[in-house]
């Protein structure tokens, strides 16, 4: 154990001894440090922090219930700024931090932040934090191993206090830096800055601070919907601000810290918590909601700030120990939270407490943690995300004590672990990925036909695709959300962008009709990421029919037939010339396009296109059912596997009778049931617990595809070739049913 050299102790007793809050003994669990102290010296002066030490629960809720006893005053007013930053940080303003005061100026101040942080507000982020986690799993998935802490936990808790805070990405770097300098500046009203750090700490942070004052003055004057012009904003009865500029800024950085370390430091301790209990991860993704669980009991074990601290206001005894006024008391939060006189089997990681919130982790009283409904909500999810994309994931063999060592805000700084890669593959059909993306632009490129643009709030790059791929579009209707699935049109050469062509229809259900009439420019959508059953396969040659909005698939396959220096030729059907999208695109390939608007040349002459059967030629078409059956019987001499099809609506199935039930098992689920007629098998798995993803539910947008192992299929599905429907190797779930003589299907789910 690495031990610090402690200074005399001028005479306060007790001192224990056998306590280092620098040592690796104390980094590795401090919980367990301090039990091997507590029952000898509950209460115990520690010369390296010039502070009492409280490790009881029943006096750490004393000391964090009695303001006027146990002030705040201490934690910060004892800050001093450097006189060079003085003009940007006003000397006295860190004493104003919301952990640094007392009421009535506390009351003010918290009261000036809490509606950032309510339970709605932040149940409103979760998506957004799902989101933001995909996306960085995304990044980092395939290589099999990595540095959780700053590659995923720190990620994903900075972009998701960005979003909150309202700070776009020229804000990124500034305060990924102020999070670390935040933490050694409050440290230093307890603990001496080390010398070679202190000019680059303050010249950064004041830096920092200068750059939030500036936001926080343009918000006051331009607010918008988000926390710093929350905060910027208020009045009080007489019409004033609230808050002065910097003190909104002072708080600002104080989030900057409290909203992205600590969470990220219990995500990271959760890692190490499951990893005893690998049985836990298994019962929590079963159950999502044991994430929240996993959380509680984490911080319970380990919170990500181990003590509070307080001054004492007058002379006094706690746990018989005379202190005197004037004292600081740093309350032990890891200790009150292990302490066996309130909970049973107290360094035992259970995510199955009777109650899980029983702990302080996020302190008591009227400084209970503000943001911890944003901690709950992004932590469980975080942990939820990771675990669903990747459940091998597990610590690297080798843990380093790596932190940054602060007895008041330990941080660890990293966290090696491994992962399995056939983890990626495997939970791509079993988690399903959405994002909120901004609409950017939007185009009326023909009668009834609206072109969409959309891209990432922050101008990152979109998911990868290729020609071919559609995704869902949550379309909010009415009190409800319809889910629709469009064809992206535009070139999966701009990673930046994504264009939808919709097909407002007259008949439809209401989705077309929304999107039309509610979706617009700046407003935010719901999408899923792309899938693709429409694959664009390399071929010499191409013949690509379109009916009407049919043309959007097409696009990126004649972008990418050009660019592979392919021969192409295109029949483009529609009602009439003035119906039919994106005509000013198809300009540029000259005679290769053929026009056949109904109106003047009537149906396109498919039987004189394909008579002749043309070799090494594939054929791609998308568009009403009509078109696409006269293309099939025009096709019927052609090589099979020559036509790839794309549907608009469900394949219609004629049955010469009844449905019957069927046994079905799902082999890695262990689960048995019947199907009855009448009911899907996406509808008894859902039934069961099983994973089971869908969208379309009528077999058209291969989100329910599934692995056949044993049995004949009765193939419903609009996607499958014939080819593929009779080989039996998947089925879609949502429509397909056993085959007429097979009394058993036996999936992979």
Known sequence: MTETEIPPTAGRCPVAHGFDAMSDDY????????????????????????????????????????????????????????????????????????????????????????????????????????????RILDRIENQGSGNLMEDYCLELTTQTL?????????????????????????????????????????????????????????????????????????????????????????????????????????MANAVLFLDSRRDYIAQALEDPALWANVFEETIRRRPSSPFASRKAMRDMEISGVRI?????????????????????????????????????????????CLGQALARVQGATGLRVLFERLPSLRPADEVPLDFARMALLPVRLSLPVVWDIADV????????????????????????????????????????????AHVDVRVPVGDGVLVRQYSLSSSPSKPHEWRLGVLREAGGRGGSKAVHETFEVGAQVRLGWPRNNFRFVSAPRYVFVAGGIGITPILPMIEKAEAEGADW???????????????????????????????????????????????????????????????????????????????????????????????????????????PAGTSILQVAEEHGITALSSCKEGTCG??????????????????TPTEQAANRTLMICVSRAAKDCPRLVLDA
């Open 425 to 468: 593959e495997r939970q791509k059909k079993r988690v399903k990925r959405e994002m909120n993306l901004v609409l950017t632009g939007r185009e009326e490129v023909s009668e009834g036909v609206v072109a969409l643009r959309f891209a990432h709030p922050d101008g990152d790059a979109l998911p990868e695709w290729e020609p071919g």
């Open 162 to 266: 960005l979003a909150h805070l309202g700070l776009g990405w020229e804000h990124d770097a500034m305060m990924r830096r102020l999070r670390g300098d935040m933490g050694r500046v409050l440290s230093s009203a307890q603990e001496e800055m080390p010398q070679e750090i202190f000019d680059e700490v303050w010249d950064r942070f004041a830096s920092a601070f200068a750059q939030l004052q500036a936001v926080v003055a343009d918000r006051r004057e331009n607010p918008g919907d988000d926390f710093i012009s929350d905060m910027a904003t208020q009045r009080d009865r007489d019409g004033d601000y609230v808050l002065t500029i910097p003190q909104v800024a002072l708080h600002v950085c104080e989030f900057a810290l409290a909203g992205a370390d600590t969470t990220a430091q219990a």
């Open 569 to 675: 030729e295109l029949h483009y059907g529609g009602r009439t010339r003035a119906s039919m999208a994106f005509l000013d695109e198809l300009e540029q390939y000259g005679s290769r396009v053929r026009l056949v608007p109904q109106d003047e040349l009537g149906h396109p002459d498919l039987p004189g296109v394909f008579g002749t059967v043309r070799p090494d030629t594939l054929v791609y078409a998308c568009g009403p059912e009509p078109l696409l059956t006269a293309l099939e019987q025009a096709l019927a001499h052609w090589p099979e596997g020559t036509l790839h099809t794309e549907r608009f609506a469900p394949r219609k199935v004629v049955r010469d009778e009844p449905d019957r039930a069927f046994e079905v098992e799902f082999a890695q689920s262990g689960v048995r049931a019947e199907v």
């Open 27 to 134: 980094y590795r669990d401090p919980s367990a440090h301090f039990a091997k102290v507590r029952d000898e010296h509950p209460v115990f002066w520690y010369p390296w922090l010039n502070a009492w030490i409280v490790t009881r629960r029943e006096d750490v809720l004393r000391v964090l219930a009695d303001w006027t006893e146990f002030s705040s005053s201490g934690n910060t007013a004892t800050i001093e700024v450097p006189e060079k930053h003085r003009a940007i940080v006003p000397q006295g303003l860190m004493s104003e931090m919301i952990v640094g005061t007392d009421p009535d100026v506390h009351t003010v101040h918290r009261g000036a932040a809490l509606r950032g942080f309510t339970q709605d507000r932040m149940e409103a982020l979760r998506p957004e934090i799902e989101e933001r986690a995909h």
């Open 703 to 720: 989100t329910c595809e599934t692995r056949l192992l044993d049995g004949a299929a009765d193939h419903r599905d609009s996607i499958l």
């Open 324 to 368: 005197s006024r004037g004292d600081m008391i740093w309350v032990s939060l890891a200790s009150a939270n292990t302490d066996p006189a309130h909970v049973e089997r107290p360094f035992e990681f259970d995510i199955h407490r009777p109650d899980p919130t029983d702990h302080l982790a996020f302190t008591a009283g009227r400084h209970t």
